[in-house]
């Protein structure tokens, strides 16, 4: 079907256009409508915009039908465009000025001295006002000479085409005949406020943000500006709205930023960062608006569904959200969960002994390496001297088979991971590296004992490994809510996963200036040392003729080892990477001056523009051509603007588009260029024999460069292939992920229904009566007579869990009844014992107990499932050598799993509540004691494939949760398989009938 979709593209393409030409022929019409509205909101008072925020609230809570809007609409052009007549353009273009300049002294004076200050005031400088008076002025004059009556022609026009975009839903199309009149307010008073007015393209990709969908945006077209427009809209609702970024710095200082227009709009805005406790996020999350990270919120999800008070929950639901660099979340980070941790695990010693004897080992003599699939195992004569070394007789023994996970470990800590590539160490910790984005992570640990076994190489310090308390995924945190959207500049290569995964279409937004970067064909060269020495002389070239250089490393040796080559030839520069990214700001500000160079490890998600300083623009460069289409020109060698040097090929053609897209901003001039070397990672492991072979034949000598069209397409096909692989890694996580999620929003529901419910006496009720029904079923086999099966047994069970039994004459009563006599009557006799119970203790005393015990319960054995689930995901794959496919036993199994966890959760409960003491009553229940929260790397497919697994560890599993198990009170768990009879052979294998092996 995969290689179906690009037919079907180039038909519709050939009789409808390319999909970006329809997505412009239907998204244009409502971009200009909204600038047509523009001119009803100009000259309004500032007290007008608050006052018309309040009611537009009320228009979209109650619904207004198009007509009605039609007419509203058509009314406040006709007064506006009549005021427009007399307005003096000159004089009020000279107010406009004014104000701009009193904002400024406002907001000099407001952030003195902040981090942020640049970012705002840059627009707002004496020479950019004096533009933005003449194009305000230009603007007054082009809206006096139109005729009210074409003006009107025109709107209904552009008002039949928008009618024809709405939604279905109503309370969508409510939102959506709202939308022109808001987009106007957003854009008036950011032009008034910070001197910033969307362009046409920014209304377009606002349209599309708040129609859920993804908009690509090139860097520098002012994605942040964009978002203020459908981030205002669904705060309308009242139901909040959230900004997520990649990390903390963006989300502090855009919710400052553009919280100058929220302000003056009549919306409140909040903001989380890391480390602020519940009680300061509580209010942040009631704002209207609200920014932070995707591991905050993420985060803040899980702690809630950990509460054990209402007052403990910060976050008030999922209604919609526009994610900042969508590829980098959704994509690049969500091949790691979201976990929430406390202490366990092994002593320090164990990793140091074991890292110790690993170091002894060679490669392909003791073990093997696949650096493709990211995997190690060990061979026999490596076997043999662990074995030695530990003084055991069988390595392989199910009592070792923990040895031999830490031992992978080990080695995959030593061959796979390497320092100041996948981490650093930084103050006696080993820090992991974001390996799109480059930025220091702290907090984050590898799992699975691979951290412990990277900090016993390093020699630093040892933390003990992790219990996991709660996980979910980004992908299936995010697809909680009611609407998702996102922005980036590089989406539309992914734009088949977004759809796929998340139901999200990607709409490739035009810049407002062409884009007249020359991007050059990739430099090949045969060794690695021979591509650094030409990205030096390039860099060097390009300084001693005054163009500014980006120069882009994928880890931070690269990096330094450039930044040395450069001091050695006397090149003053500038290195940006995870060992100094404080200074990024800094760094980012002066890398647009001339002859400025900036060594930068990966330039996704950094959040700031390059811009250009005086002088590197020649003056006699040509002007931009005037048809779009024709291909850019510049007399100049080097080109005019920044230079981007990349020094390898990243992985992703993501990554690359991003560290492109950093030049040729907003209609500047630029170029790029990569460098690639047969010794680099990518062509190394997936690069096409067939280029290693056209390179020996031509003969190359040492130093000697290629560059040819077919080699640059080979290496996109190789990037192709690699992304392939990783969508498929992150599709079939996703596809093991459901499964767990499926149980944890039943779970999470449970728990909010103890936590919010001050009264549990239908579920209660609700346990008691599945309870007797499991009893019944149990023991009274075909609903025979009482006198038939053995009652005792039952009478047993029902002591056990209740500690209550019937008197002697009852007793003989049940005797002679049928089993659907008996069901109803015990069920009663259980209630009634609970009634009396409740009144021992008081009644406010036992609801309170029977919440915070449902609670505790709950708690406890989610945690237990949690770590079942995980042992069974690592050694499920052993399914695939029975001819089984992994994921339908891992749904199989999950699910009787799942049934056995509410069986325990409910006769735990029962158990509880029925047999303690008053005494214990009075003892408060402590919420579970969370050490760590991290966004925990599972490394990929090939560890859902645990090295420590085998078939005697998921056999464990499988037999840990049988049905068939006593609990810890003695009474046991009956669990009925929804798929086996009770005469049905037994699915564990043993060949005993289910009913007298795990359905006993």
Not at 183 to 189: C, D, L
Request: include cysteine; glycine fraction near 6%; charged fraction near 35%.
């Amino acid at each position: 079907m995969r290689n179906f979709i690009p037919f079907i593209d180039k038909i519709l393409r050939f009789f409808f256009g390319s999909k970006q030409e329809r997505d412009l022929k239907r998204l244009s019409p409502i971009a200009e409508l909204i600038g047509l509205l523009e001119r009803t909101v100009h000259n309004r008072p500032q007290e007008w915009f608050e006052k018309r925020t309040a009611e537009l609230r009320e228009l979209i809570e109650e619904g207004e039908g198009p007509g009605d809007r039609r007419q509203y609409y058509e009314k406040i052009l006709r007064d506006a465009q009549e005021k427009l007549t007399g307005v003096n353009v000159e004089e009020s273009a000279r107010k406009f000025a004014d104000l701009l300049r009193e904002n400024r002294a406002e907001l000099t004076e407001k952030y003195d001295g902040d981090a942020f200050l640049g970012a705002i005031e840059s627009p707002l400088a004496e020479k950019n006002v004096k533009k933005l008076e003449q194009a305000y002025a230009e603007r007054l004059r082009g809206w006096q000479a139109e005729d009210v009556d074409e003006l009107l022609e025109q709107f209904n026009q552009l008002w039949d085409h928008f009618v024809s975009e709405a939604p279905e839903e109503q309370e969508a199309k409510n939102l959506w005949f709202v939308l022109p009149e808001a987009f106007a307010m957003v854009r008036e008073v950011a032009h008034r406020r910070l001197g910033l007015r969307h362009y046409p393209v920014q209304l377009i990709g606002a349209v599309v943000l708040h129609r859920g969908r993804i908009a690509e945006m090139k860097t520098g077209e002012g994605k942040t500006l964009v978002a203020t427009m459908p981030l205002y809209l669904n705060a309308l609702t009242g139901k909040g709205a959230h900004l997520v970024t990649v990390n903390d710095y963006l989300a502090q200082r855009d919710s400052r930023w553009m919280g100058e227009i929220y302000e003056r709009l009549g919306v409140s805005v909040g903001l989380i960062q890391n480390g602020m406790k519940p009680e300061e996020r509580a209010p942040e999350y009631q704002c209207d608006i609200t920014y932070g990270t995707n591991n905050e919120f993420g985060f803040d999800y899980l702690r809630d569904n950990m509460a054990v008070r209402p007052e403990d929950m910060v976050q008030r639901g999922h209604n919609y959200a526009i994610i900042d660099e969508i590829d980098s979340v959704l994509i690049d980070e969500a091949r790691t969960p979201l976990i929430i941790s406390g202490r366990a695990g092994k002593p320090a010693s164990l990793y140091k002994k074991v890292d110790k004897i690993v170091a002894q080992l060679k490669n392909e003599r003791d073990y093997e390496v696949d650096e493709e699939k990211n995997s190690v195992s060990l061979l026999d004569p490596g076997s043999d001297r662990v074995e030695e070394a530990f003084d055991i007789e069988n390595l392989y023994s199910t009592a070792n088979m923990e040895l031999v996970h830490h031992v992978h470990q080990a080695i995959r800590a030593r061959e796979l991971f390497a320092r100041d590539a996948e981490y650093v160490v930084k103050d006696n910790q080993v820090i992991i590296v974001d390996q799109f984005t480059g930025r220091l992570q702290p907090g984050r640990r590898f799992s699975d004992g691979l951290h412990q076994a990277i900090e016993a190489k390093e020699g630093v310090k040892i933390k003990r490994e992790n219990k996991t308390l709660s996980t979910i995924t980004i992908q299936n945190f995010f697809r909680m809510y009611d609407k998702l959207a996102g922005m980036t500049g590089t989406a539309d290569t992914e734009a088949e996963e977004f759809q796929e995964i998340y139901n999200l279409d990607v709409v490739v937004v035009p810049t407002n200036k062409p884009d007249i970067r020359v991007d050059k064909e990739d430099a090949i060269y045969r060794t690695k040392q021979e591509k650094y020495n030409a990205v030096i002389d390039e860099i060097e070239r390009l300084h001693e003729n005054g163009k500014p250089v980006l120069v882009g490393t994928i880890d931070i040796d690269t990096s330094e080892l450039l930044g040395h080559k450069l001091s050695r030839r006397g090149v003053e520069h500038e290195i940006l990477n995870a060992k100094n990214h404080e200074r990024e700001a800094a760094i980012v500000a002066q890398a647009g001056q001339p002859g400025a160079v900036t060594i930068a490890t990966n330039m996704a998600g950094r959040g700031t523009d390059i811009v250009l300083g005086d002088g590197v623009i020649e003056e006699e460069c040509p002007e931009q051509p005037e048809n779009p289409d024709e291909a850019p020109f510049c007399p100049h060698e080097p080109i005019c603007g920044l230079h981007v040097v990349g020094t390898e090929r990243h992985e992703s053609r993501r990554i690359d588009n991003q560290l492109r897209g950093r030049t040729a901003r907003q209609g500047d001039p630029g170029a790029s260029r990569f460098f690639v070397s047969l010794e680099d990672d990518l062509m190394r492991l997936f690069g096409s024999d067939r280029i290693s072979g056209m390179l020996q034949k031509l003969g190359l000598e040492q130093g000697q460069r290629i560059e040819h069209g077919l080699i640059s397409r080979s290496i996109k096909k190789a990037q192709s292939k690699v992304e392939s692989r990783n969508f498929e890694i992150r599709k079939r996580l996703l596809e093991f992920d459901d499964v767990l999620d499926r149980q944890r929003k039943i779970i999470f529901r449970e728990r909010n229904l103890a936590l919010h419910e001050e009264d549990l006496s239908d579920e209660v009720e609700r346990f008691i009566k599945i309870q007797v029904e499991d009893w019944i079923d149990y023991h009274a086999e075909d609903r025979r007579p009482a006198e038939d099966w053995p009652l005792s047994e039952l009478l047993d069970d029902i002591e056990n869990l209740i500690a209550w039994s019937p008197p002697e004459e009852e007793v003989e009563e049940w005797q002679q009844l049928r089993a659907e006599e008996l069901e109803p009557l015990l069920f009663e006799k259980l209630l009634d014992y609970r009634s009396r119970r409740h009144e021992k203790l008081g009644e406010e005393m036992a609801r309170r107990m029977e919440k915070q015990l449902l609670l505790k319960v709950i708690d406890t054995h989610w945690k237990e499932h949690i770590d079942a689930m995980d042992s069974l995901k690592q050694g499920i794959q052993l399914e695939s050598m029975a001819q089984k496919d992994p994921l339908v036993e891992y749904k199989r199994q999950g699910f009787r799993m799942f049934d056995e966890l509410q069986v325990r959760i409910r006769e735990d409960f029962l158990r509880f509540i029925y047999q303690i003491e008053a005494a214990e009553e009075k003892t408060a229940v402590r919420a579970p004691d969370v050490a760590e929260y991290k966004h925990d790397s599972i490394g990929g497919l090939s560890d859902l494939v645990s090295d420590s697994t085998a078939a005697e560890q998921q056999k464990a599993v499988r037999s840990g949760s049988a049905g068939g198990e006593k609990s810890s009170a003695g009474t046991k768990t009956f669990v009925k398989d929804k798929d086996v009879g009770r005469n049905d052979p037994c699915p564990c294998g043993s060949g005993a009938k289910y009913k007298h092996c795990c359905g006993r």
